[in-house]
C-alpha cells in the first residue's frame, strides 16, 4: 500500500510521500500468521526495509490487516494465543499509537473501521458476541 493512498495523508516529507510503501510480510524466520509483520520503505524494498515501532519503542508481531483512512493509517495485530486483536494508528506512517477501547479487549472481528472525516477515525466496536 502506498503510504500515501489518501488525499489527506502525509508523512510530512514530500519525497516519502511520492515513494513509501507498507506492507504486511511473513516474518523472517517463520510464516506463522503470529509472525507476520508490518515493513515499510522508500526504495521499492530494494536495499532497506524498516519495520515501524508500534508499541514501546518495538515493532509488533501478527500483523493481520492495514488499511488507509482519510488521513491515517491503521494495522490490526492478532495477538498469540488469544483472539484479541490489537488496532495501532498512524498519522505520518513513522509516529504510532495503540487504540484504546476503555478497560475493553477487542477480540477477532470485534470492530470494524468506518468511513471517517480527515481528522477522525470512526471505529465500530462489537462488545458482546453474536
Known sequence: MWAQSQEPFTTGDAKLDENQILCVVEGKYSMWQKDYRLVTSDDYFKRVEVEPEMADGRSVPGVAQMAAVKGFIVAAAKSE??????????????????????????????????????????????????
Open 81 to 130: 494465543g488469544t483472539d484479541e486483536m490489537a488496532l495501532y494508528v498512524t498519522d505520518d506512517s513513522i509516529t504510532w499509537h495503540r487504540a484504546e477501547f476503555g478497560e475493553h479487549k477487542v477480540e477477532e472481528d470485534g470492530y470494524t473501521v468506518l468511513e471517517s472525516t480527515n481528522y477522525s477515525i470512526q471505529v465500530d466496536v462489537m462488545t458482546t458476541k453474536r
